[in-house]
């Protein structure tokens, strides 16, 4: 699979940079903005990277399994591949007193919150050097350093002190930001600070610290045609009720491994107004830093059939016809006994966005692709952006699920 540093470093990189942000708070939760960052691949290697991701996925879900079985923490340092190598999302993270601000990937699947990555580390007084190794392998990019406890804040409102976060004195595949501000369960930092079992995440010192009353957080994204904007939300202590337009459906954690490392599921899948089996009901996850929708290889290929689409040479998505995209049916997800459509539309990459990832800017591009491995796995489908821009999603550990609901971009027509 191709290196995520050496793609990054090659690639025009296009960035929405926020300035101090624009914190909101409503009825005891808070809420700050983050911010799409496009990578200009210009080849196929964004497909490429998604499975190299999704395979780490399993990988590092499967070790967790496996030692847990045994009665072992999980020493070893997995794979949890971070960056979307599409559409990755951010925001600006103050480390210190006076703060220094970081550019951070905003990632579900990853707990870690580390720097150093662009911006190097700038010691305060706040700054405690605990001595001990850091250390993170993503698949596709990885750093290694030191844990230090500090002030980390996320906005006026949302100061976390002595919060551990890893200062890298290596790292590869992050060019262009500056590091990670990890949000998935917290059991994925075992194993990653020696002399530590697991380490809270910042959601769960908020939490702790009676900043935020619920520990839980809201995810909200917006359909795109442009490669700049701030057009996502990040909700710290429970839901934004603006952000949806139905109840919220929730899903408990899955028991099936490697799945259930993560903000994983159970759902399936149909085609179609005759809801065609894509793929029955099974385990998977929910990825911010996922950008498409990737399905076990033989759902895949249903899909791919029941669409009529090809995979196009020069990006690795699929390709579809004028005619055929005329015919383009829902993709159904059916979760806790409720459908979630994602329209034709929602199925289109954007237009305007199709040169970003080396294809041409008249032709239609599927965001549904290949996860590379049958069903079976324990893992057999990734949610990932392409599905959260069109529907809200909350992740709440103190009840172990994940929540959905519709928004007014559900049916939105923008690509």
Known sequence: MTKLSVLLSALLTLTVVLASPVVQIRDSIITIPIAKKIVSTGSRNFVEAERARAQGLIARGKAKAAARARGESDAAVGNIPVTNQAVTYVSNVGVGSPPTQYELLIDTGSSNTWVGAGTAYKKTSTSVNTGKRVSVTYGSGSFSGTEYLDTVSLGPSLV?????????????????????????????????????????????????????????????????????????????????????????????????????????????????????????????????????????????????????????????????????????????????????????????????????????????????????????????FINGYAFLERFYSVYDTANQRVGFATTPFTDATTN
């Open 160 to 380: 976390i002190q002595q919060q551990s976060i890893g200062v890298a004195s290596t790292s590869s595949g992050f060019d262009g930001v500056d590091g990670i501000l990890g949000i998935g369960p917290v059991d994925l930092t075992e194993g990653t600070v020696s002399g530590e079992n697991s380490i809270p995440t910042v959601t769960d010192n908020l939490f702790a610290r009676g900043i935020i009353s619920s520990n839980e957080i809201g995810i909200s994204f917006e359909p795109t045609t442009t490669p700049e904007v701030t057009n996502g939300e990040l909700t710290f202590g429970g839901i934004d009720s603006t952000k949806f337009t139905s109840s919220i459906t929730y899903a408990p954690i899955t028991s099936t491994s490697p799945a259930g490392e993560f903000w994983g599921i159970d759902q399936s899948i149909s085609y179609g107004t005759d809801f065609f089996n894509i793929l029955p009901r099974t385990a998977g996850i929910v990825d911010t830093g996922t950008t498409l929708i990737l399905l076990a290889t033989n759902a895949f290929e249903l899909y791919k059939l029941r669409t009529g689409a090809t995979e196009d040479s020069s990006t690795g998505l699929l390709k579809i016809s004028n005619d055929n995209l005329g015919r383009l049916k829902n993709l159904n997800f059916h979760i806790q006994g409720v459908t979630f459509e994602l329209t034709p539309n929602a199925q289109l990459f954007p237009h305007s966005l199709n040169t970003d990832i080396g294809g041409s800017a008249t032709d239609n591009y599927l965001i549904v692709n290949d996860l590379g491995t049958p069903s079976g796995e324990g893992l057999d």
